[in-house]
């Protein structure tokens, strides 16, 4: 890294803000990212034992699987959704585990949700008429997703259009093209204009990593994108070839750190495209406790994009409870 | 604790390993053990047993035998009965119950990795994911080097029965490093675990005696130190093999002394850790953690000094400060913590002495601010900062966990403050720019550089120190020669090689008597004797030829510190040292006839004699200039991605105390290999003879031979070589003389560790090119430093 000017604003910035103070972004400036290098190995190296330095078991394990289920953005992204399976998804976001078995945990009354739904455009609609007065964020996918090559104006006119339509959360693909050529200026604009399109509504930068060369760059693309005022930055689409790793994870949310040191502010993280077990969960959550701390294990800062993870978490909170292995079809579908 | 509250705090739990398999393995043997001896369990002579406790709860887990003397004698007995028929196995025979002991030690994974943890207060994590597969490995790898040792080490033979001797720190790694290799190599061996932690060795003799290993291959014996001594002493163990502090190391190089025991020591060290500026920081501190954090800073090559350039010292600090507070401390049989229990308290009252002591001597200390479990030997992670080289813990190995911070300023001050230490055993370079990384890793004077890593291991790569971090390898080609020699060592004599003395003529012609003191060569110039005293020289027969200097232990002082500070030699690429080894004998070419009448004068042999000895020394030349540019490294095949480079680097300075009965060829055959691998050398010639080497002076001025690479010291060989043997800054050496001679060289190096070469009073013929050149004269020249270069964009 090179040097980080550690203005007096910033550590005025550290002090007074709440939590979830909303990422306004800083001015670009190169010199917090130019000298970045990431070590592949090394953070390879780290990744792996993230997972095998911890270990989260029993009752542990439950709280923190229902914890995970609150961290869910439980997304549909299909060219064959209709009203009607989007409705099942909002019914399943809003009541993600049977009620028995929260009962059973201790759990019944903590009103247990997943972190928002996450749907194309055209589902939005659909999406705030089955959840009528539950206040439950909705996410869609924005800016010519998944590969993002549509022009800038009608990037934001998507975003325009969303946010009206009743999404509270935007998640953007960033033009990959302007991360290959080391267009850094020219990223940070594009989400910038983004960023101010969303208005009220929180925004995620899907930075497509499968689809970036090194974890340098990866690093770098994290930087412009939280400096141009991204609420979150995210891993991939789900529809890379590679999507969420945990050593491009850890490079991500190494950066988010860095960044909250210098600005104060706190960019949330989500991991996305790939993630099914309850196990790839748990480690994820040891990744952001041991590398962010705490404050970052809440829906506000930690998502995960998935569709088929929740069935996994409710297969192991059922043999929490009983000690039989459980199977998909006691649970209610989505 | 309710789900609802663990759901609000997101704290961790406990995550015990079920401990039930290892606690009945030990009922098994009713919690006491006796001694494994020609494949037995055996009671101890002594009766004596003594406690082994868990450190991370204080409680007894088993009783273990302490053998003495007689067990010693007992255990080596067997082994030596169980030599012939072992060694005489086909490699391909061995290989198999090597790679029987593979399978078993696999199978029983999980069984050991508990046992190592309880026993030694080790993190599961690290037993399960580290020792014990890095021991299968070890055995898996050695299986193949006992199957291609026929084929391929064929030139080679075990050594006979080995003595091992093994650290608390890595107990079941350890011996698989000692046995794998021995046992492979066709020797038998008596090992001797630590008395903190002999249960895993207990365990694998079980195994052992369970694939049907056949008695008196392995025997292990339990005990304290007193154990460990009867087995240096015993008089049928043929090499030991150590492996602990430098102290101890020492202590075996001197009860060794002259006693013609190979030796290999991989003793302690004060590794440094250099990071640069442009580093991947964040990795960086996780390399901290693997570097002084891994098995509780009680490594022999843990990276205990962090230097860091100035520029970014401060933020690295706070990020290492950061991650201490993230650092989780508990029994060891949790699989959510980074840090066990100290293995003993004796240890633990060493390293907290050591941390007072630094806080004395005004560093300043920095420990998370959580608490250590009260219920075992526990250490809080510790760094300081601002300590200077001068403080004691800048010098002493801690061996706990305590990381010690200095600044740099520059490449090359790094690179002097990473080597100003008496050990030389690991270091850690941290860049991003490899030309960086590969410009200081050859600089850095220890065995193994890890870029951008630290601790990674792996049995095909080879292991071990320079300087007082004690001489051999383990692991890799360059490890199997501790435990094998070359089959030609039987040719060497108990007698010296006899040339046929002619009555002398009066006064040949060819060469007059020497009318002038001869000089002594230092840095490429002839100097006067500082006691300003001269030797005359005699012929065989009797006939005075002259005088040369009387040199003493001033003249060595001036020569080492020349040879020291002379570096441009050691730069010289393969090409270009032959280069100039040709020129030398091209030039020898040129005055054969002179030296070869000098050598008629000194030993009054016949000229066809003396001719021969001048064409051989050309010759032998002319081998090593061939060599100069193929004794090269290898890269090794090791189990992470990257390039594990295994280079020949020269020692350093090294001393050479030639032979006596070859003036020019014993002069050429010691001295050139030793240049060939670009040393310095300081070099004593032939007492009786040393007028080839004289003459010698005027081919080194006329062959482009840069000065100080070759220093000559004429005068009592033994009481030279005694100056030689206790330099600090002399950091091999060689010696070719008697018996008593080599004993006090062994004796007198034991003090630095410097690697000796000595010839026990036996007698090469120089004449003979099977005995008298080769690759193991380069290898004795020379260390591997493993460097391992991980990859990945």
Known sequence: MGKVKTKKKTQDLVNKKPSFVRNDGIPYDPDLFVDINVNRSAVERRAATIGTRRSVKKQWQAAWLLKAIGMIDLTTLAGDDTPGNVKRLVAKATSPVRQDILDRLGMGDRNIMTGAVCVYHNLIKHAKAALGDIDLPIAAVSTGFPAGLIPLKEKLKQIDLSVKAGATEIDIVISRSLVLNSDWKGLYKEVAACREACGEAHMKTILATGEIPTYTKVAKASWVSMMAGSDFIKTSTGKEPVNATLPVSLVMIRTIREYYELTGYKVGFKPAGGIRTAKQALAWLILIKEELGDDWLDPHLFRFGASSLLGDIERQLEHHLTGSYSASFRHPMG | ?793
């Open chain 2, 1 to 793: 604790m309710s789900i609802s509250k663990i759901y609000d705090t997101m704290e961790y739990g406990p995550a015990p390993e079920n401990a039930d398999a290892a606690l009945d393995y030990l009922k098994s043997h009713n919690n006491k053990f006796n001694l494994f001896i020609d494949g037995e369990w055996k009671e101890p002579h002594s009766k004596v047993y003594f406690d082994s406790i868990n450190p991370s709860n204080k409680q007894k887990l088993a009783q273990i035998a302490d053998a003495n003397a007689t067990d010693v004698d007992a255990a080596v007995s067997a082994a030596k009965k169980a030599l012939p028929k072992w060694s005489g196995l086909s490699g391909h025979e061995r290989a198999r119950y090597l790679y029987a002991l593979a399978r078993q030690i696999q199978k029983y994974s999980r069984l050991f990795s508990v046992l190592e943890s309880l026993d030694n207060g080790k993190p599961i994590r690290e037993t399960r994911d580290i020792d014990i597969p890095l021991v299968a490995r070890h055995f898996y790898h050695h299986a193949g080097w006992a199957q291609l040792m026929d084929s391929k080490l064929k030139d080679y033979k075990e050594i006979g029965v080995i003595g091992q001797i093994i650290p608390w720190n890595f107990p079941l790694l350890m011996l698989s490093w000692k046995i794998a290799p021995a046992i492979a190599m066709g020797n038998t061996v008596v090992l001797k675990p630590a008395e903190f932690t002999s249960l895993t060795a207990l365990l694998f003799a079980d195994i052992c005696k369970q694939i049907g290993l056949p008695p008196g291959v392995v025997n292990i014996i339990t005990g304290e130190g007193t154990t460990g001594a009867a087995l240096v002493d015993h008089e049928d163990v043929a090499k030991i093999a150590f492996t602990g502090s430098t102290e101890v190391g020492k202590i075996i190089k001197r009860a060794t002394a002259g006693t013609g025991k190979k030796l290999s020591l991989e003793l302690g060290g004060k590794s440094p850790f250099i990071v640069f500026e442009d580093a991947d920081l964040d990795s960086v501190v996780e390399g901290v953690v693997d570097a002084i954090w891994f098995n509780q800073g009680q490594v022999c090559c843990a990276g205990s000094r962090l230097l860091v350039q100035e520029s970014i010292a401060d933020k690295l600090y706070k990020k290492i400060k950061r991650r201490m507070e993230t650092l989780r401390m508990g029994n060891s049989l949790d699989k959510s913590i980074d840090i066990g229990a100290i293995v003993a308290p004796v240890q633990l009252k060493t390293i907290d002495d050591l941390v007072q002591q630094g806080v004395k001597e005004g560093a300043k200390l920095w420990q998370p601010s959580w608490a250590c479990p009260t219920d075992g030997y526990f250490y809080p992670p510790t760094m300081f900062t601002d300590v200077s080289p001068s403080s004691t813990i800048s010098q002493v190995e801690i061996f706990g966990p305590v990381l010690v911070a200095t600044t740099f300023r520059t490449h090359k001050e790094a690179v002097k403050l990473a080597n100003n230490t008496m050990y030389g055993l690991a270091s850690s370079i941290w860049t991003e720019n490899i030309n960086l990384a590969l410009d200081i890793a050859p600089q850095i004077k220890a065995g193994t550089c890890w870029i951008n890593c630290t601790n990674v291991f792996d049995a095909a790569a080879g292991f071990g120190g320079y300087r007082e971090s004690g001489y051999g390898r383990e692991g890799g080609l360059e490890g199997l020669h501790e435990y094998m020699k070359p089959k030609i060592e039987t040719k060497l004599s108990a007698k010296p090689y006899k040339r046929k003395v002619l009555k002398s003529k009066t006064k040949a012609k060819a060469v007059s008597p020497i009318d002038r003191t001869l000089k002594m060569y230092v840095g490429g110039k002839h100097k006067r004797p500082d006691g300003g005293y001269s030797t005359p020289v005699y012929s065989v027969n009797g006939d005075y030829l002259g005088e040369v200097s009387k040199g003493n232990r001033k003249d060595i002082r001036n020569a080492v510190e020349v040879a020291a500070k002379k570096k441009s030699w050691s730069g010289y690429t393969g090409h270009q040292k032959a280069q100039v080894l040709y020129y030398l004998a091209e030039n020898l070419i040129l005055r054969k006839e002179e030296f070869a009448a000098k050598i008629v004068t000194m030993l009054n042999c016949s000229i066809t004699d003396a001719n021969r000895e001048v064409d051989l020394s050309i010759d032998r030349i002319y081998t090593y200039a061939a060599y100069a540019d193929k004794y090269d490294g290898k890269v090794h095949s090791t189990t992470s991605r990257n390039v594990t480079l295994a280079m020949p680097e020269p020692m350093g300075v090294m001393g050479i105390v030639c032979p006596e009965d070859f003036p020019l060829l014993g002069f050429i055959s010691t001295v050139i290999p030793a240049i060939t691998m670009g040393n310095n050398v300081v070099v004593i010639p032939s007492q009786s003879a040393p007028l080839s080497a004289t003459d010698f002076y005027q081919l080194l001025d006329t062959s482009d031979v840069p000065a100080g690479a070759v220093n000559i010291i004429t005068g009592d060989k033994d009481e030279l070589a005694q100056v030689l043997a206790k330099h600090y800054e002399v950091d091999g050496l060689w010696y070719f003389g008697s018996a008593e001679g080599s004993k006090t060289v062994e004796l007198l190096s034991a003090e630095n560790m410097k690697r000796t070469w000595v010839n026990h009073g036996k007698f090469r013929n120089w004449e003979d090119r099977e005995i008298g050149e080769g690759e193991v004269f380069l290898r004795n020249a020379s260390e591997v430093k493993n460097i391992w270069v991980p990859y990945g964009a």
